[in-house]
């Protein structure tokens, strides 16, 4: 049995989720993703004003007579949320953790698809795999992925992208929707990306917290790094400190744009002080124009 204190935090973000998928972000789901899994249903005759891009060259050369080929809607999708429990999520100087931020990102994703009679996976991992739930329906299976999300104990500390996309590679074999929401405090995972892009349908959503990418002048502090337990000792007094501090995070956050745009990955920064809300729906938008 759950604590209580833990089935009323799951509780508050399903009611809160749920809102917003009922107001918000359903239609924007469905308009995104349905549609673009297309599967080949039959050939017909061409007609004046058909798309001259669907032409089925085989059928027309055996016939003599251009054929296009006609496509219906996949009638479900699959969704798998690829979430980062590394201990650099068990920092938040704000409203929440960064852990508890995917927590509500992944609750908002996971019910738009259940509403639309998609399937919901998640693939929780550190610097090795830590949890594998394949992909099902249901109000009580969104919950359980929450409840992972939110209290699952990994046994690793640091941070793999690359381990967790050639995991994903091999055991997701249907294309599917996949959100990989982490801080990306990781090397070497631009080719597995890459390779999982091909085939899915693959959107990067970084969670920074503000500490992250500056500082106020609080004089000298004391900063352990969560992932390596290393301690720096930082005079925030300084402000060429803070200076460079706040250019080399806008430096980062500019190459991994620059990196996600040469393998052509769509993107998403959401920070623990801001609402999630606008950044996800002006992706919303944006991939409905663009599709």
């Given at each position: 049995?759950?604590?209580?204190?833990?089935?009323?935090?799951?509780?508050?973000?399903?009611?809160?989720?749920?809102?917003?998928?009922?107001?918000?972000?359903?239609?924007?789901?469905?308009?995104?993703?349905?549609?673009?899994?297309?599967?080949?249903?039959?050939?017909?005759?061409?007609?004046?004003?058909?798309?001259?891009?669907?032409?089925?060259?085989?059928?027309?050369?055996?016939?003599?007579?251009?054929?296009?080929?006609?496509?219906?809607?996949?009638?479900?999708?699959?969704?798998?949320?690829l979430v980062d429990a590394s201990s650099s999520g068990k920092f938040?100087?704000?409203?929440?953790?960064?852990?508890?931020?995917?927590?509500?990102?992944?609750?908002?994703?996971?019910?738009?698809?259940?509403?639309?009679?998609?399937?919901?996976?998640?693939?929780?991992?550190?610097?090795?795999?830590?949890?594998?739930?394949?992909?099902?329906?249901?109000?009580?299976?969104?919950?359980?992925?929450?409840?992972?999300?939110?209290?699952?104990?990994?046994?690793?500390?640091?941070?793999?992208?690359?381990?967790?996309?050639?995991?994903?590679?091999?055991?997701?074999?249907?294309?599917?929707?996949?959100?990989?929401?982490?801080?990306?405090?990781?090397?070497?995972?631009?080719?597995?990306?890459?390779?999982?892009?091909?085939?899915?349908?693959?959107?990067?959503?970084?969670?920074?917290?503000?500490?992250?990418?500056?500082?106020?002048?609080?004089?000298?502090?004391?900063?352990?790094?969560?992932?390596?337990?290393?301690?720096?000792?930082?005079?925030?007094?300084?402000?060429?400190?803070?200076?460079?501090?706040?250019?080399?995070?806008?430096?980062?956050?500019?190459?991994?744009?620059?990196?996600?745009?040469?393998?052509?990955?769509?993107?998403?920064?959401?920070?623990?002080?801001?609402?999630?809300?606008?950044?996800?729906?002006?992706?919303?938008?944006?991939?409905?124009?663009?599709?």
């Amino acid at each position: 049995m759950l604590p209580k204190e833990i089935l009323k935090k799951i509780r508050r973000i399903e009611i809160r989720t749920k809102k917003l998928v009922n107001d918000l972000f359903s239609g924007e789901y469905h308009s995104t993703f349905k549609g673009q899994g297309m599967e080949f249903e039959e050939v017909r005759k061409y007609e004046p004003g058909d798309d001259i891009r669907l032409i089925d060259w085989n059928v027309t050369a055996r016939t003599g007579y251009p054929y296009i080929k006609k496509f219906k809607e996949e009638r479900e999708l699959s969704v798998v949320l690829l979430v980062d429990a590394s201990s650099s999520g068990k920092f938040g100087t704000r409203e929440r953790f960064k852990s508890e931020t995917a927590a509500e990102l992944g609750a908002l994703l996971a019910f738009s698809a259940i509403k639309n009679n998609d399937k919901v996976g998640l693939i929780i991992f550190t610097d090795k795999i830590e949890k594998f739930v394949p992909p099902q329906k249901g109000r009580a299976h969104v919950l359980r992925l929450i409840r992972e999300i939110l209290y699952f104990e990994p046994e690793g500390i640091g941070t793999d992208i690359g381990i967790a996309m050639e995991y994903f590679n091999k055991v997701i074999k249907r294309k599917s929707v996949v959100f990989l929401i982490s801080d990306f405090l990781s090397e070497n995972y631009s080719k597995p990306l890459q390779i999982a892009n091909r085939k899915h349908d693959l959107i990067a959503i970084k969670i920074p917290d503000p500490r992250e990418t500056s500082f106020e002048n609080v004089g000298m502090i004391e900063l352990e790094d969560a992932e390596t337990n290393e301690v720096y000792m930082i005079d925030t007094g300084s402000k060429e400190f803070r200076r460079e501090f706040a250019a080399r995070a806008d430096e980062d956050i500019e190459r991994l744009k620059r990196e996600f745009q040469l393998i052509n990955l769509d993107f998403i920064n959401i920070r623990t002080d801001q609402s999630y809300i606008v950044p996800l729906i002006n992706f919303f938008k944006m991939r409905e124009k663009r599709h």
